[in-house]
């Protein structure tokens, strides 16, 4: 998407010259039509559904690990660092590599 062409702010010039970008006020403004609000209505309804069965588990906290392992790894890419899964998985074995210390190091994973 190119920010000059953005529907939630525009692009301007400051005095000094320099492009800034201004977004628009907050929040924006809403269309309430019957699409959206059956949409937030089944939303809603499968929100519930998820609830009830999580409530089931016996330990709901066993099923975040992964998901947060592997936030880990997006979040490692973004900042430069590349850690791998198996890199994290390794780190918190207790792996003594030097590659798998200096990433993890930086990520500080769960």
């Known amino acids: ?3 000059q062409q953005s529907t939630s702010g525009q692009v301007i010039r400051s005095p000094k010259g320099y492009y800034a970008y201004v977004p628009n006020p907050l929040p ?8 959206l ?18 409530s089931k588990l016996t330990n709901p906290h ?10 880990a790894v997006l979040s490692s ?3 430069g660092t590349n850690a791998t899964i198996g ?15 200096t990433t993890c ?6």
């Open 1 to 3: 998407m190119d920010i």
């Open 28 to 35: 924006p403004t809403i269309d309430w039509n019957n699409q």
């Open 37 to 54: 609000v059956g949409t937030l209505s089944r939303a809603d309804f499968v929100l519930g559904k998820l609830a009830r069965e999580g």
């Open 62 to 71: 066993l099923l975040m690990r992964p998901f947060m392992t592997r936030e």
């Open 77 to 79: 890419k973004i900042e």
């Open 87 to 101: 890199d994290i998985l390794a780190h918190n074995a207790g792996v003594n590599e030097n590659k798998i210390q």
């Open 105 to 110: 190091r930086k990520c500080k994973i769960i």
